[in-house]
């Protein structure tokens, strides 16, 4: 007697069903990563308006501030010659220089100054070596 009811060969779907779910997944998870975009106001062609020269501020070990290499007498000089930073047009940018050995107290407390007197453009340079 022969068998002629042999099972006919089919096709294991599972495994390209499994890879095909795995690419979907993936394809979902990084389109909107994709598609992020940040708004961001550039200005439009250059400006014909001079630029200040920047102000140096060197905070020293101790503490003592130097104003483009001119020493400042105490936190209420200081203070002064923020505010008459912060009143001419075009504002400089007063840039930060700090000693490493010196306290961050101190350059936290120059920073809030210069903020407190209206200084639109800070920066913190890299510790002074």
Same mark, same amino acid.
């Given at each position: ?12 779907? %599972? ?11 993936? !394809? $979902?998870? %990084? ?23 920047? $102000?140096? !501020? ?5 503490? =003592? ?30 840039? $930060?220089?700090?000693?490493? =050995?010196?306290?961050?107290? =101190? ?8 903020? =407190?007197?209206?200084?639109?453009? $800070? ?7």
């Amino acid at each position: 007697m022969s068998d002629t009811s042999l099972p006919a060969p089919e096709l294991n779907v %599972t495994p390209l069903i499994d890879v095909m779910l795995v690419l979907l997944t993936m !394809l $979902i998870l %990084t389109v909107p990563v994709i598609t992020h975009a940040i708004k961001l106001d550039m200005p439009v062609g250059a400006s014909d308006a001079p630029k200040a020269a920047a $102000i140096n !501020l060197d905070i020293d070990t101790d503490g =003592r501030v130097y104003w483009n290499g001119t020493g400042v007498a105490d936190d209420p000089q200081l203070e002064a010659w923020l505010q008459g930073l912060a009143r001419q047009e075009p504002q400089p940018a007063l840039k $930060i220089w700090p000693d490493k =050995r010196g306290r961050y107290e =101190r350059v936290a407390q120059v920073m809030a100054a210069a903020q =407190r007197s209206g200084v639109q453009h $800070i920066a913190l340079a890299p510790v002074a070596q």
